[in-house]
């Protein structure tokens, strides 16, 4: 088996390369695209020799490159001498490629006199030669989004892949909702230490403002069902390959109530084996 640390994506056009690329970096891979062929060596060396502070590097080349048909082959020749790096070319039937690039209602790199299907054939032809250079060839045509991530993980997911970062976010609702929020939740119904004089001044870091808020049984339940919620969902979106998660807190201000919900949840759930942090959008609003 070849070192997977560094890899070398190419294929047909509309073979599904962005889509492997998001995923790679999901996976902890650095990746760079449309990198000029004939810097390929000099950058495998830089990573080779550690120079560069990277573990995984994927880089995703194809036919957009001019030069590249004479020039890929070069380069994969002068990395090849070691037994670093692996070349994956995606490919799917013809029928399934111009279907893609009408969806997508974008130009074929090859097809700009002529028409998608003259293209894909053209380009197949013109790749033929760097399709034989590539250790594995892997077929997309049938494979969805997530089929082709499901395809792809078992190959390269590595057992030092960085964990599931999950931010935990306070916010007040009076000032919008958080746009990258995956789950938002609404800490209205809970005791407002703002109607209470000698809270109103505090925040939800308060340890007095945290026991008013969630000291009762209404605060404790809510408390523990987030967190039997949260501990159910974190491992399926670890699994199925997602790399950040943002779960959201929200009353009326972003000050007392969903600031103390958001800090115990950090609290319970820390001892999993996720990078959890906690932000506070709105606490001095």
């Not at 990198?35 to 390929?40: T, Y």
């Not at 007392?256 to 800090?263: D, G, K, M, T």
Request: with cysteine.
């Amino acid at each position: 088996m070849k070192d997977d640390r560094f890899l070398i994506i190419t294929g047909l056009s509309g073979s599904g390369k962005t889509v492997v690329s998001r995923y790679l970096e999901d996976l902890g891979y650095y990746c760079v695209d449309n990198l000029p062929a004939k810097l390929i060596p000099t950058l495998f060396q830089l990573w080779r020799r550690r120079e560069l502070a990277i573990d995984r590097m994927a880089l995703i080349v194809d036919i957009r490159e001019h030069g590249f048909l004479t020039a890929f082959p070069k380069a994969w020749a002068e990395i090849r001498r070691g037994e670093e790096g692996r070349l994956i070319f995606l490919d799917a039937s013809d029928d399934i490629l111009v279907k893609r690039f009408s969806e997508s209602r974008r130009p074929h790199p090859l097809a700009r006199n002529r028409s998608v299907l003259a293209g894909v054939r053209l380009e197949r032809r013109r790749l033929a030669g760097i399709k034989k250079l590539a250790d594995e060839v892997i077929d997309t045509s049938q494979s969805s989004i997530v089929q082709l991530k499901e395809t792809i993980g078992p190959r390269f997911r590595s057992r030092r892949r960085p964990p599931l970062r999950v931010l935990i976010a306070s916010f007040g609702y009076k000032y919008g909702l958080p746009l990258d929020a995956d789950f938002i939740f609404d800490a209205r119904c809970l005791p407002n230490p703002f109607y209470v004089e000698d809270l109103r001044a505090k925040n939800g870091r308060s340890r007095r403002v945290r026991e008013f808020v969630l000291g009762g049984p209404d605060g404790r339940a809510y408390l523990k069902e987030l967190d039997r919620f949260l501990r159910f969902l974190l491992p399926l979106f670890a699994a199925e390959g997602k790399s950040r998660l943002v779960a959201a807190v929200g009353c009326t201000g972003g000050r007392h109530r969903s600031v103390a919900l958001a800090e115990a949840l950090k609290d319970t759930l820390q001892g999993l084996k996720y990078d959890i942090k906690v932000e506070h959008r709105d606490i001095d609003k």
